[in-house]
């Protein structure tokens, strides 16, 4: 494959609905790279959002909100990181078989931003950011963005929503098998065992 650009999964969408025409640039005077430039930076984070990429993945310690938090239900509100795309969980200092760590996200109070409310305090967020790095995305995101861009130009440079519909299952499909592949780059720890279990050893 050639080094993977915006412009290599432009025309990868392109050629995936059955267009002759290629593009050199997403800024060029043609209704293709119009529709990919109009549809690709919402495609890319629609996919983001869409699986755990390993990636595009983050952890911080989230900094205080300057707001309280809602006194009734959490003890603890955070700013929401600038470059997240979807807050996936906040880390158990308890470790990966500690239950989940409950939080929400709420709108400040004068709802100009949002931001993460919780009971933990010095909250660490694992989080899905803004990867924009077309050469950091694995083979397998080029492919599904592809996909995915191409269902959102699909009807307008073909005018088929059979076409359409095609790269939508296409896209969907793709996705589905995501965590196999992301799998492909990582070996997870063993189950810690029971405490009364390691007491007897």
Same mark, same amino acid.
């Given at each position: 494959m050639s080094v993977? &650009? !915006?412009?290599?999964?432009?025309?990868m969408a392109l050629s995936n609905i059955g267009t002759k025409s290629e593009i050199a640039?997403?800024? +060029?005077? &043609?209704? +293709?790279?119009? !529709? #990919?430039?109009?549809?690709?930076?919402?495609?890319?984070k629609q996919a983001l959002e869409a699986f755990d990429?390993?990636? =595009?993945?983050?952890?911080?310690?989230?900094?205080? *909100?300057?707001?309280d938090a809602p006194e009734d239900r959490w003890a603890y509100r955070y700013q929401y990181p600038a470059d #997240?795309?979807?807050?996936?969980?906040? $880390?158990?200092p308890g470790g990966p078989t500690a239950d989940a760590v409950p939080f +929400?996200? $709420?709108?400040?109070?004068?709802? &100009?931003t949002k931001s993460i409310v919780t009971d933990m305090e010095d909250a660490k967020l694992i989080y899905t950011f803004d990867q924009q790095q077309t050469g950091i995305f694995?083979? *397998?995101f080029v492919e599904t963005l592809s996909h995915l861009l191409a269902s959102h130009i699909a009807l307008k440079l073909t005018g088929k929503r059979s076409i359409k519909g095609d790269m939508i299952q296409?896209?969907?499909s793709l996705i589905r098998v995501a965590p196999a592949q992301n799998a492909n780059e990582q070996? =997870?720890?063993?189950?810690? $065992?029971? +405490? &009364?279990?390691?007491?007897?050893m």
């Open positions: 993977v &650009s !915006q412009v290599l999964i432009a025309n640039s997403l800024d +060029e005077n &043609s209704v +293709e790279a119009k !529709q #990919c430039k109009l549809w690709y930076d919402l495609s890319r990429w390993g990636f =595009a993945r983050k952890r911080l310690t989230l900094a205080l *909100h300057a707001d #997240c795309i979807t807050a996936r969980y906040i $880390e158990n +929400e996200i $709420e709108l400040s109070d004068d709802g &100009s694995s083979l *397998h296409a896209y969907r070996i =997870a720890r063993a189950p810690r $065992e029971a +405490e &009364s279990i390691r007491a007897r």
